[in-house]
C-alpha cells in the first residue's frame, strides 16, 4: 500500500476512534506495535494512537530511533545504557538474546503520522506548534480533515487556530461539494502566504488550458482570492525593500558619521577611512577569536567587548596617522587626499600580510542570530535590527558630544577659527590629534557593526567609501543632521532602484542624482547660517 495512503488512513482511524478514553499502554498492545506482519502492526498502532494511550509516544520515538528490542515477555524502550519496559516505564533487565526489532518504510511512515497525530493534540503549545509546522510541510490529503477538525475544535491559540483553519481550506478546495470548494476559496483569499497564492493558482489553471475547476462562480471567487493574497504579498516585498534600505542606510550613517568629523569639521579628505573601518572589524575578529579560545562558555557576549576594542583600535591608529602626517597638510585639501589615498593601501597591505589576503569569519552571536517573522513572505533579521539600533545610539552620542561636552566646544572653536582658539589658549594640536582619533574611532564602530553582516577582508571599506563621501556631501559638510537624513535617504532609493533597474544601474543613477542636486545646491540639505558659515 502507498506510503501516503497508510499515513491517511492512520489519521482517519486516529480521529475515528478519538472518543474512547484514554488508558495506559497494555504489554500485549506494545508487543503488537512492535513484532508481527506490518499491516498487523499499523493496525495496533492506529487503535493505541486513537486512545493516546500513556507511553505511546515514549514508544513510537524509539522506534523511530530503532531503540527497541523485543524478549519473549517484554518490548523494551533502550534508553543509553537503561532498559525500560514499553508499556510501564519501569527499569527492566536487558538479557543478551533480546532481538532489535526492524522497521521497513512503511512501518515508518505510519509511525510519523501517529506522532504528528499525538502531537497535534498534545497539551503543550510547543509541541503543538512543532506538529503544525510540519503538517504544513506536507502534502494535505481529505483522509487528514477529521484530524484537522478535531484540533481544531480543541485549539485556544489564535495563531494556530488561523493556521489550521487555512489547512482546512487547502483540503476543502478540491472537494466534490461545490459549496465546500467556494468557502475554502474565500477563505484562502486571508491568508498572505505564497504557498497559498500557489495552490490557488493550480486549481485555477491558466487562461488558455484553464485548471480543475469549472464553476465559474468558484472560478471568480478563486480569482479574488489570488488577487487579495497578491496584494498582501506585495506589501511584505514593500516592507522588505524599505527595511533593507533603513538597514543600509544605517550602516552608511556609521561610516558617514565619522567622515563627518574628519572631513566636515576638520576639512581633511580622508580616503584611509574605509580602512580605518576594517580596522574595526579585524579587532572584532580578534577579540572573537580570544573568546572562542579563552572563554567559549561566554562567546555569546564577545560583542560588549568589541564594540570598545574596534573603537580604540582605530581611533589610536587615526590618531597616530594625524600626530605623523594629516597634521602637516591642514588647509591643504588636495595633498590630504593624495596622502591618505597611500596611508589606505599601506593599512590594507599591512592586513594582507598579516591575516591574509582571504576574508576571515566572524561569527555572530546566538541573540543576534535568526529574525522576527512579521510576514509570511518578510523577515527581519535580528543583527540587522540592532545594526540600526547601534547606529542611532551612536549618533545620540557623537551629538551629545559635539554640543554639550568641553571637548565638543573645542572641537567648534578650532574648526570655526583656530587662531582665536589658540590665542584663548585652547591646545590646537591635541584638539585635531583628539578629534581625529574619535571620527577614526566612529569608523572602527561602523566596521564593528559591519562584521554583523558582510565579510570581513582587507577591501572591506573600499566598497563604503565613496558612499559615505556622498551622505556627507549631500547631508551638508559638518552638518550630523544631514548626514541622518543623507543616508537614511541613499539607502532607501538605492535599494527600491536596485529592485526596479538592478544594482549597477541603481548606483549610478543615485550618482547622477547627487550632482544633479549639488549643481542645484551646492551647500547640501542642510546649509551652515549666520557665524558657523
Same mark, same amino acid.
Given at each position: 500500500?502507498?506510503? %501516503?495512503?497508510?499515513?491517511?488512513?492512520?489519521?482517519?482511524?486516529?480521529?475515528?476512534?478519538?472518543?474512547?478514553?484514554?488508558?495506559?499502554?497494555?504489554?500485549?498492545?506494545? %508487543?503488537?506495535?512492535?513484532?508481527?506482519?506490518?499491516?498487523?502492526?499499523?493496525?495496533?498502532?492506529?487503535?493505541?494512537?486513537?486512545?493516546?494511550?500513556?507511553?505511546?509516544?515514549?514508544?513510537?520515538?524509539?522506534?523511530?530511533?530503532?531503540?527497541?528490542?523485543?524478549?519473549?515477555?517484554?518490548?523494551?524502550? =533502550?534508553?543509553?545504557?537503561?532498559?525500560?519496559?514499553?508499556?510501564?516505564?519501569?527499569?527492566?533487565?536487558?538479557?543478551?538474546?533480546?532481538?532489535?526489532?526492524?522497521?521497513?518504510?512503511?512501518?515508518?511512515?505510519?509511525?510519523?503520522?501517529?506522532?504528528?497525530?499525538?502531537?497535534?493534540?498534545?497539551?503543550?503549545?510547543?509541541?503543538?506548534?512543532?506538529?503544525?509546522?510540519?503538517?504544513?510541510?506536507?502534502?494535505?490529503?481529505?483522509?487528514?480533515?477529521?484530524?484537522?477538525?478535531?484540533?481544531?475544535?480543541?485549539?485556544?491559540?489564535?495563531?494556530?487556530?488561523?493556521?489550521?483553519?487555512?489547512?482546512?481550506?487547502?483540503?476543502?478546495?478540491?472537494?466534490?461539494?461545490?459549496?465546500? %470548494?467556494?468557502?475554502?476559496?474565500?477563505?484562502?483569499?486571508?491568508?498572505?502566504?505564497?504557498?497559498?497564492?500557489?495552490?490557488?493558482?493550480?486549481?485555477?489553471?491558466?487562461?488558455?488550458?484553464?485548471?480543475?475547476?469549472?464553476?465559474?462562480?468558484?472560478?471568480?471567487?478563486?480569482?479574488?482570492?489570488?488577487?487579495?493574497?497578491?496584494?498582501?504579498?506585495?506589501?511584505?516585498?514593500?516592507?522588505?525593500?524599505?527595511?533593507?534600505?533603513?538597514?543600509?542606510?544605517?550602516?552608511?550613517?556609521?561610516?558617514?558619521?565619522?567622515?563627518?568629523?574628519?572631513?566636515?569639521?576638520?576639512?581633511?579628505?580622508?580616503?584611509?577611512?574605509?580602512?580605518?573601518?576594517?580596522?574595526?572589524?579585524?579587532?572584532?575578529?580578534?577579540?572573537?577569536?580570544?573568546?572562542?579560545?579563552?572563554?567559549?562558555?561566554?562567546?555569546?557576549?564577545?560583542?560588549?567587548?568589541?564594540?570598545?576594542?574596534?573603537?580604540? @583600535?582605530?581611533?589610536? +591608529?587615526?590618531? /597616530?596617522?594625524?600626530?605623523?602626517?594629516?597634521?602637516?597638510?591642514?588647509?591643504?585639501?588636495?595633498?590630504?587626499?593624495?596622502?591618505?589615498?597611500?596611508?589606505?593601501?599601506?593599512?590594507?597591505?599591512?592586513?594582507?600580510?598579516?591575516?591574509?589576503?582571504?576574508?576571515?569569519? +566572524?561569527?555572530?552571536?546566538?541573540?543576534?542570530?535568526?529574525?522576527?517573522?512579521?510576514?509570511?513572505?518578510?523577515?527581519?533579521?535580528?543583527?540587522?535590527?540592532?545594526?540600526?539600533?547601534? @547606529?542611532?545610539?551612536?549618533?545620540?552620542?557623537?551629538?551629545?558630544?559635539?554640543?554639550?561636552?568641553?571637548?565638543?566646544?573645542?572641537?567648534?572653536?578650532?574648526?570655526?577659527?583656530?587662531?582665536?582658539?589658540?590665542? /584663548?589658549? =585652547?591646545?590646537?594640536?591635541?584638539?585635531?590629534?583628539?578629534?581625529?582619533?574619535?571620527?577614526?574611532?566612529?569608523?572602527?564602530?561602523?566596521?564593528?557593526?559591519?562584521?554583523? +553582516?558582510?565579510?570581513?577582508?582587507?577591501?572591506? $571599506?573600499?566598497?563604503?567609501?565613496?558612499?559615505?563621501?556622498?551622505?556627507? /556631501?549631500?547631508?551638508?559638510?559638518?552638518?550630523?543632521?544631514?548626514?541622518?537624513?543623507?543616508?537614511? $535617504?541613499?539607502?532607501?532609493?538605492?535599494?527600491?532602484?536596485?529592485?526596479?533597474?538592478?544594482?549597477?544601474?541603481?548606483?549610478?543613477? +543615485?550618482?547622477?542624482?547627487? /550632482?544633479?542636486?549639488?549643481?542645484?545646491?551646492?551647500?547640501?540639505?542642510?546649509?551652515?547660517?549666520? %557665524?558657523?558659515?
Amino acid at each position: 500500500m502507498h506510503l %501516503r495512503r497508510l499515513t491517511s488512513l492512520l489519521f482517519a482511524a486516529f480521529v475515528g476512534l478519538a472518543s474512547l478514553p484514554a488508558q495506559a499502554l497494555a504489554p500485549d498492545e506494545a %508487543r503488537a506495535i512492535a513484532a508481527g506482519d506490518t499491516d498487523a502492526r499499523i493496525a495496533a498502532l492506529a487503535a493505541a494512537a486513537a486512545r493516546a494511550d500513556e507511553g505511546l509516544p515514549r514508544l513510537v520515538q524509539a522506534l523511530l530511533d530503532d531503540a527497541v528490542k523485543l524478549t519473549p515477555k517484554q518490548v523494551l524502550v =533502550i534508553d543509553g545504557d537503561k532498559a525500560l519496559d514499553a508499556a510501564t516505564g519501569q527499569a527492566a533487565t536487558l538479557p543478551d538474546d533480546a532481538e532489535d526489532v526492524v522497521n521497513n518504510n512503511r512501518m515508518r511512515g505510519a509511525l510519523q503520522a501517529a506522532q504528528a497525530a499525538l502531537k497535534l493534540l498534545s497539551p503543550d503549545m510547543a509541541v503543538r506548534q512543532s506538529a503544525v509546522a510540519e503538517l504544513g510541510k506536507e502534502t494535505l490529503e481529505a483522509a487528514q480533515l477529521p484530524l484537522i477538525d478535531k484540533a481544531l475544535g480543541a485549539e485556544t491559540d489564535p495563531a494556530l487556530k488561523e493556521r489550521l483553519s487555512l489547512m482546512r481550506a487547502a483540503i476543502l478546495i478540491a472537494s466534490s461539494d461545490r459549496a465546500q %470548494r467556494l468557502d475554502a476559496a474565500r477563505a484562502l483569499g486571508e491568508s498572505g502566504q505564497s504557498q497559498v497564492r500557489s495552490l490557488l493558482q493550480e486549481r485555477l489553471g491558466d487562461a488558455k488550458t484553464g485548471g480543475p475547476e469549472t464553476d465559474p462562480e468558484v472560478r471568480g471567487a478563486l480569482i479574488a482570492s489570488i488577487d487579495k493574497v497578491s496584494a498582501k504579498l506585495a506589501w511584505g516585498e514593500r516592507l522588505g525593500v524599505m527595511f533593507t534600505g533603513i538597514s543600509l542606510g544605517s550602516i552608511l550613517l556609521l561610516v558617514a558619521l565619522g567622515l563627518a568629523i574628519t572631513y566636515g569639521l576638520m576639512g581633511v579628505i580622508n580616503m584611509a577611512h574605509g580602512e580605518l573601518m576594517m580596522i574595526g572589524a579585524y579587532a572584532t575578529y580578534l577579540v572573537q577569536n580570544l573568546f572562542r579560545t579563552y572563554a567559549p562558555s561566554a562567546f555569546d557576549h564577545y560583542i560588549w567587548l568589541a564594540i570598545p576594542a574596534s573603537f580604540l @583600535a582605530s581611533a589610536l +591608529v587615526g590618531a /597616530v596617522l594625524e600626530r605623523l602626517v594629516l597634521r602637516w597638510l591642514y588647509g591643504r585639501p588636495l595633498e590630504t587626499l593624495l596622502a591618505t589615498w597611500g596611508i589606505s593601501l599601506v593599512l590594507m597591505q599591512a592586513v594582507r600580510s598579516l591575516f591574509g589576503a582571504q576574508n576571515v569569519p +566572524v561569527e555572530n552571536p546566538a541573540w543576534l542570530s535568526g529574525g522576527v517573522a512579521v510576514m509570511s513572505n518578510l523577515v527581519l533579521p535580528y543583527n540587522r535590527i540592532a545594526i540600526i539600533g547601534f @547606529a542611532f545610539a551612536v549618533l545620540a552620542g557623537v551629538a551629545l558630544l559635539i554640543a554639550r561636552t568641553r571637548l565638543g566646544l573645542f572641537v567648534r572653536g578650532v574648526t570655526q577659527n583656530r587662531r582665536m582658539a589658540a590665542c /584663548v589658549g =585652547i591646545d590646537t594640536a591635541r584638539i585635531d590629534t583628539l578629534a581625529f582619533g574619535l571620527g577614526a574611532g566612529i569608523a572602527g564602530l561602523a566596521g564593528c557593526a559591519l562584521s554583523q +553582516v558582510g565579510n570581513v577582508g582587507p577591501d572591506l $571599506g573600499q566598497n563604503y567609501i565613496v558612499d559615505s563621501f556622498m551622505v556627507v /556631501v549631500l547631508g551638508g559638510v559638518g552638518q550630523l543632521a544631514g548626514t541622518v537624513y543623507a543616508a537614511l $535617504g541613499l539607502g532607501v532609493l538605492n535599494k527600491f532602484l536596485e529592485g526596479w533597474a538592478g544594482a549597477v544601474l541603481a548606483k549610478i543613477m +543615485v550618482l547622477v542624482f547627487i /550632482v544633479v542636486f549639488i549643481q542645484k545646491r551646492p551647500q547640501g540639505l542642510f546649509a551652515m547660517k549666520g %557665524r558657523d558659515a
